[in-house]
């Protein structure tokens, strides 16, 4: 044991919990609702077993430095969060109200700079030569059931969250601890038992060595520990590396999800509550919405995802081209940003499930593989897998049956398979893989497997990032891969990084900062909603290999960090900066270069880190 095991701590407690999401959000409100309704003679059988006398000990631990900071949305049905809330007022909930009207518009290109197939180009020439291109959009006469939220709730999930979390505090069951960044779950590598969890050490350089005030991160040793920790959360996938996945499952589909929260002007008559889902542009392959919540302010963004073969890929720009779209721009004119978020989101849906249960653990929300990419919808599911496992947890304590794999799979596991969650999730399973073989091809198979209950759909093998760009043609019609060379050396030579450069040159224009809405990216890490990190942590984005990204070309690292945190640096190994991270995810999930060790993980290592936006708005 070396003198840093000396003086680590460890505390006992019942519950321990990784990560304030909605899934968590779910858990604890079943779980302390139940907890605060026991009556005297049921208190006994749901005694502390870690601190024998009192109740059980929940704690739960979060990363971000608020319980809204680390989380993103929404429109959602809210089945399962109406469920636990009969009686719900939207307006309790600052941003929240319900949805009012919704469209699904094709945008057609203004610019004539975005990748478009002759498919596309035909349709929409189509459009605009029978006069249905209003506004250079095409407004689809029909929403598909399947996308529709017309029953649902426009809300901002930072603002949600807060609510829940007074909520489940004010019950006095549990506790929520914000700031606290869980660093690894405590395995027994014989057994595969989760114990507990540790949390991360403070007091330590970049690297991780000891620095002054140097304080070990504690071990939380818990009969059960419930992992929430979202797509990218380094506990989950610790799990996973030790674990496998169950056969056949795999996470290679992602999305990065890029907002901005905005103050519209004061002539804008937009309802709260309306809603627009839209495809075709920025690029044909980017997905954005545009919702409008109470006192004129709305969210709007889009999704980069990781079958967008390009290496221009900067979610900030092209969200920037996406707010200037006229038929978005006539509301977001005269606007001002008054926050924005990036996050990952895990798009692999059922496919992407791991062990659910395990002995001593139980997985909940989008690292467990509840987000459904058919329905665009992940919040709600989250909550609901949160609300069956706090259900199973009470009947073992109530039968003070252990936490074991079979115990948990019997309360927990069971309840999800029987539920809607489980059923429109194989529904979802297979009905984006047309996207790997092209845009009109995906659309085609999304809407076969909505119309069938995912009988039919479109084939294609999901491929992850790295795999892709080895094969992809990049703009092989519009830029020879000579110029292209020339272009990247170009950049970096300058050492600046290349999805600028090659966006200017496909001929997007340059985007004409207003100083309110339209900023610089730099600036946007500085305004509403900035980005802080605590000092005395080590840096939570590692570049494994160095020898690996001297010779990876692409770097596509660099071009889709969310807060140009990873930047050119210097003997061909980028430049991290924890002052600008915003704990996205997409670093890891775009490195292009594979680790050498069959291991099958790319060469960027995401840690657990504390920080990051400091905005409940998301
Ligand atoms: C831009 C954008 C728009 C979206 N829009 C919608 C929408 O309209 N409708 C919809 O239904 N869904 C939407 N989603 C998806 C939705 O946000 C997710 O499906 C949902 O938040 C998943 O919930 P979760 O609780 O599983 O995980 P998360 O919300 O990711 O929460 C996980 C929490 O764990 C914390 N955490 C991570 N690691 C650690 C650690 N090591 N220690 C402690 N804490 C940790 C994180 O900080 C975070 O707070 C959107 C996502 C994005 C990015
Ligand atoms: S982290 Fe990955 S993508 Fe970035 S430079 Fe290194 S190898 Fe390339
Ligand atoms: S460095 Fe941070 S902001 Fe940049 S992509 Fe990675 S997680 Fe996102």
């Known amino acids: 044991m070396d003198s840093t095991e000396n003086e680590r701590q460890s505390m006992d407690v019942d519950i321990a919990c990784v990560g304030f999401g909605p899934a968590m959000g779910g858990f604890l409100t079943t779980l302390s609702r139940a907890l605060a309704a026991t009556n ?63 469209k699904l518009v094709y945008l057609l290109d203004p610019n004539g700079a975005s990748q478009r197939s002759l498919a596309l180009r035909l349709a929409d020439k189509m459009l605009r030569t029978c006069g249905l291109a209003r506004l250079k959009a095409y407004e689809v006469p029909y929403c598909p059931a399947f996308l529709h939220k017309n029953d649902g709730l426009v809300m901002s999930l930072g603002q949600f969250n807060q609510w829940v979390g007074a909520n489940v505090l004010a019950s006095g069951a549990v506790q929520v601890w914000p700031s ?21 050490d403070q007091g330590v350089d970049k690297q991780g060595n000891p620095d002054a005030g140097f304080m070990p991160g504690m071990d939380i040793r818990a009969a059960l520990t419930v992992i929430g920790d979202g797509p990218v959360g380094p506990v989950g ?11 056949g499952h795999a996470r290679e589909e992602w999305a990065v999800g890029m907002k901005f929260v905005v103050d519209l002007r004061e002539d804008v008559d937009l309802e709260p509550g309306t809603v627009f889902h839209t495809f075709g542009y920025p690029e044909p392959e980017i997905f954005g919405f545009f919702y409008v919540h109470p006192d004129r302010v709305a969210s709007v963004g889009i999704f980069v995802p990781s079958w967008f073969d390009s290496p221009a890929r900067t979610a900030y720009r092209y969200l920037q081209h996406y707010i200037l779209h006229p038929y978005l721009w006539r509301y977001l004119e005269g606007g001002k940003l008054r926050s924005w978020g990036a996050k990952s989101l895990q798009e692999s849906g059922k496919r992407g499930e ?38 199973g947890v009470i009947e073992l304590l109530q039968a003070d049956k252990p936490f074991t794999k079979e115990n948990l799979e019997a309360a927990y596991v069971s309840r999800r398979r029987a539920s809607w969650v489980e059923k429109e999730g194989l529904i979802a399973e297979k009905s984006r893989d047309g996207f790997q073989k092209g845009v009109v091809t995906g659309m085609i198979g999304m809407a076969l497997a909505g119309l069938t209950g995912g009988k039919l759909f479109a084939p294609g093998k999901p491929e992850p990032t790295h795999v892709r760009m080895r094969h992809a043609r990049h ?40 100083g309110q809405l339209l900023v610089s990216h730099q600036d946007a890490l500085l305004m509403g909603g900035k980005v802080q990190a605590a000092a005395g942590y080590a840096d939570h984005v590692v570049f494994l290999e160095p020898k690996l990204c001297e010779k990876c070309g692409a770097k596509l690292c660099i071009d889709i960090c969310s807060g140009q945190a990873i930047t050119p640096g210097e003997n061909g190994t980028p430049a991290f900066d924890r002052e600008k991270c915003i704990h996205c995810g997409a670093c890891i999930w775009n490195c292009t270069q594979e680790l050498q060790d069959g291991s099958k993980r790319t060469n960027i290592e995401f840690r657990a880190g504390s920080g990051g936006l400091h905005s409940s708005e998301n």
């Open 40 to 102: 005297p003679e049921a208190a006994a059988a749901l005694q502390s077993r870690a601190m024998p006398g009192m109740p059980p000990q929940v704690i739960c631990y979060e990363r971000a430095d608020d319980m809204g900071f680390g989380v993103s949305g929404v429109v959602t049905r809210a089945r399962g969060i109406r469920a636990s809330f009969p009686d719900f007022d939207p307006a309790q909930i600052p941003m929240c109200t319900p949805v009012q009207s919704e």
């Open 237 to 247: 996938r610790q799990i996973d590396e030790q674990c496998g996945m169950p056969p």
């Open 475 to 514: 703009y092989a019609d519009r830029i020879s891969s000579t110029e292209m060379d020339r272009l990247r050396a170009d950049c970096k030579t300058r050492n600046v990084p290349f999805h600028d450069a090659l966006m200017d040159r496909l001929g997007w224009p340059a985007v004409p900062m207003d």
């Open 180 to 200: 606290t960044p869980v660093a690894m779950p405590l395995i027994e590598s014989d057994s595969k038992h989760v114990t507990g969890v540790r949390l991360a």
């Open 354 to 391: 791991p062990w659910l249960a395990g002995d001593g653990y139980a997985r909940i929300g989008e690292g467990s593989g509840s987000t459904n990419v058919l329905t665009g919808s992940g919040v709600d599911e989250a909550w609901t897998t949160g609300v069956q496992l706090a259900e």
